[in-house]
Each structure stands twice: as C-alpha cells, then as structure tokens.
C-alpha cells in the first residue's frame, strides 16, 4: 500500500500502545454512558449525524473502541484492531477540527469525564500523534 | 516470533472480517449494556432517542449562573412536556395559556392559529442576517446567544400578557428551546417553543416579512 517496510517489534509496540490507549479511552465511557453521551452531543454534528442518533453512537462506540483495543493488546486481528483504531480516531480527529473551527470549546469527555481536556489545537496535536501511532499499527506484514 | 506475538496475515477479505466483527460486537455490546441498564431503572444508561435537555438540568445550571430561578410554584407537572396537548393535532380550538413552569413544546397548527388571532408574541432565536433574511411576521429578533450574554433583555421583554412563542431554524432548534428556557428564568410564565420552526412556516406557505426588527422592539 506504499507504507513503508518496517520492523515487526515497532508495528507490535504500536499496535500495544494504541489498544492501551483505547482502553483508557474506553472503559470511563461505558462506566459512564450518560456523561459520555453529553460529551457527544457537545461536539454539535448535527448537519452530520442526526441529532437522535447521538445517543446511540454513546453507547456503542466506547465498546467498539474496547473490542479493538483489547483486539490490538492481545494480538488476535491485530489489524483490523489498528484499522478500526485507526479510522475512528481520524473521525474525531475531524471532529475536534471541526468543533475548533466553529469555534466550540468545551470538554471533550474522549477519556471520559475525568479527563479534563478542552477542545483546542493540543487536544488536535495529541489526536494526531495518536493517529500516527494507529498509522504504523495498521501497516501490513509481510 | 509469530509465536509470541501472532499477527497472522490479515489482507483482503479476512482483514474485512475483522473489522465487521470488531464493530459489530462492539456495537452489540454497547446496546446490550443500555437494554440492561434501563431494564433495571428507565433513568439509568441514555434515552435511546436524544431529546432536549429538562427543567431541571437548566434550573441546575441558571443556580451558579446570573439567570433567575425559574418560576417558584410549577402549575403544571414539569416532567409533562405537552400538558396542554398542544401538540396533539385535534387539540381545542382555545388559545388560552395557562402559567407554565417550563416551555412547552407547540406545533405548526397551533402557531398558525396563535398568529391568525395575533394572540401571541413571536420571537426569532435566529441571528439578525437570517431574522432580516426572512421571519414570521411581526416577530421580534433575539439572537439566541443574547439570552446567556444579555438576560437583562428578556427580563424586559413584555409580552403584554400574551404567549411567547420562540422559533428557530428547525431541526432541534436548541436555539428556542434554551432560550425559552432562559425567558421562563426570566419570569416569563407562558412560553411556547415551536420546534418546527422557520423551514416549516415556509414550506406551509404562511406569510412571511423581511427585514431588521423594528426599532424599540
């Protein structure tokens, strides 16, 4: 696919780092379902998805991001894990993007409510390094 | 290595496979997990459908803000949004509001017989070049962000004993409905909020006027 050769002990380390870094994500959200769906509906997709959807994406999306990481961490389909990982966190990627250019600011609620971040060009600059990390995990064996 | 670390050859269809699976397990799960929580109580987990937020949320939130307590002496149960039945089509013919502790939610028939009877007050809680672009006649223009940044505003609003009715641009229109909200925090006792809002009126065809509020509206 053009990505570039490399070594299996990186693409494993990434694939670990980004399961760790979905569990974290994920387990405060499903302990927390309500807060997490108030955290959705911050972000104001409307235009995209539809308002009475947005509870819905509350209560699955921390599980998906559970099953992918706990995929990537113990190795079986470690790629379609990264490929998940990777495609969902380049969606909220897009969507903290769009949140700042509308100028939104509010608490993301992405590691669940304890996590305090707010929406800003940080939050964007760690979402983008932990897509690369998703990037190299993805990359194929061969 | 492969061993240790089995990242058996995942390409084309079995890369796929795993991919539906993870998201189908996960979303499975996640639904899973709210049927159970609301089977043990209706108010655990989230609603399956998002709705506006309640009385009591903003009540909550206008206490460590500069807003007024809403209303002290709810007349209507607040946890009804349509005690009136307002939003049922064959509702009464009456445009009689009582005072209510909450906005409540109106429906196109009803608006279009509050505006035939000029027995209400409109607001548009569009911004000012949409308000001047287009808005129900007689309507007056109050931006919702001016309900948080101006409350003073609305504490003057008289609508001279009549309903409100705020509108916006359709879909949720969270728009009028916080702002409702504020004018009820305001000590405006009859609110209506139609969500239909100003792509519906047009759709139906009603009058409409153009241009910026009037002065000392």
């Given at each position: 696919?053009?990505?570039?050769?490399?070594?299996?002990?990186v693409?494993?380390?990434?694939?670990?780092?980004?399961?760790?870094i979905?569990?974290a994500?994920?387990l405060?959200?499903?302990?927390d379902?309500?807060?997490?769906?108030?955290?959705?509906?911050?972000?104001h997709?409307?235009?995209?998805?539809?308002?009475?959807?947005?509870?819905?994406?509350a209560m699955?999306?921390?599980?998906?991001?559970?099953?992918?990481g706990?995929?990537l961490i113990?190795?079986?389909?470690?790629?379609?894990?990264?490929v998940?990982y990777?495609v969902?966190?380049?969606?909220f990627?897009i969507?903290?993007?769009?949140?700042?250019?509308?100028?939104?600011?509010f608490?993301?609620?992405?590691?669940?409510?304890?996590?305090?971040?707010?929406?800003?060009?940080?939050?964007?600059?760690?979402?983008?390094?932990?897509?690369?990390?998703?990037?190299?995990?993805?990359?194929?064996?061969? | 290595?492969d061993?240790?670390?089995?990242?058996?050859?995942?390409?084309?269809?079995?890369?796929?496979?795993?991919?539906?699976?993870i998201v189908?397990?996960?979303?499975?799960?996640?639904?899973?997990q709210n049927?159970?929580?609301?089977?043990?109580s209706?108010?655990?987990?989230v609603?399956?459908?998002y709705?506006?937020?309640?009385?009591e949320?903003?009540?909550?939130a206008?206490a460590?803000?500069?807003?007024?307590?809403?209303?002290?002496?709810?007349?209507?149960d607040?946890?009804?949004?349509?005690?009136?039945?307002?939003?049922?089509?064959?509702?009464?013919?009456?445009?009689?509001?009582p005072?209510?502790?909450?906005?409540m939610?109106v429906?196109?028939?009803k608006?279009?017989?509050?505006?035939?009877?000029?027995?209400?007050?409109?607001i548009d809680?569009?911004?000012?070049?949409?308000?001047?672009?287009?808005?129900?006649?007689?309507?007056v223009?109050?931006?919702?962000?001016?309900?948080?940044?101006?409350?003073?505003?609305?504490?003057?609003?008289?609508?001279q004993?009549?309903?409100?009715?705020?509108y916006?641009?359709?879909?949720?229109?969270?728009?009028?409905?916080?702002?409702?909200?504020a004018?009820?925090?305001a000590?405006k006792?009859?609110?209506?909020?139609?969500?239909g809002?100003?792509?519906?009126w047009?759709?139906?065809?009603?009058?409409?006027?153009?241009?910026?509020?009037?002065a000392?509206?």
């Open positions: 696919m053009g990505l570039p050769a490399i070594h299996p002990t693409r494993r380390g990434a694939q670990i780092v980004a399961g760790l979905f569990l994500a994920a405060p959200k499903i302990a379902v309500a807060a997490f769906a108030g955290s959705v509906h911050n972000f997709m409307e235009p995209v998805v539809p308002v009475a959807a947005t509870n819905l994406l699955t999306l921390p599980w998906i991001e559970l099953i992918a706990l995929a113990t190795g079986v389909r470690p790629r379609a894990g990264a998940v990777t969902l966190l380049a969606l990627t969507g903290v993007a769009a949140a700042l250019a509308r100028g939104l600011s608490e993301c609620g992405c590691f669940g409510k304890a996590s305090a971040a707010t929406i800003g060009v940080k939050k964007l600059a760690e979402n983008l390094a932990m897509l690369a990390v998703g990037v190299i995990a993805s990359i194929e064996r061969r | 290595m061993r240790w670390w089995p990242d058996g050859t995942e390409t084309g269809s079995r890369l796929w496979l795993g991919i539906v699976a189908t397990l996960g979303s499975a799960l996640g639904v899973a049927v159970m929580l609301r089977m043990g209706p108010n655990a987990g609603a399956w459908k709705e506006p937020p309640k009385l949320e903003f009540g909550a206008a460590d803000g500069h807003a007024a307590s809403p209303a002290a002496t709810p007349v209507v607040p946890t009804n949004n349509d005690p009136l039945g307002l939003g049922a089509a064959t509702a009464s013919s009456g445009l009689d509001v005072d209510l502790a909450r906005p939610q429906q196109l028939s608006v279009k017989e509050f505006f035939d009877a000029k027995a209400a007050t409109f809680a569009r911004d000012a070049e949409e308000y001047a672009a287009g808005h129900i006649p007689g309507a223009n109050v931006p919702g962000e001016q309900a948080t940044t101006d409350p003073a505003r609305l504490e003057a609003f008289d609508p004993g009549k309903p409100i009715i705020v916006c641009g359709g879909g949720t229109c969270e728009l009028s409905m916080s702002l409702g909200f004018l009820v925090a000590g006792h009859k609110v209506l909020v139609y969500m809002g100003w792509p519906e047009t759709t139906a065809g009603y009058p409409v006027a153009t241009g910026p509020t009037p000392g509206a």
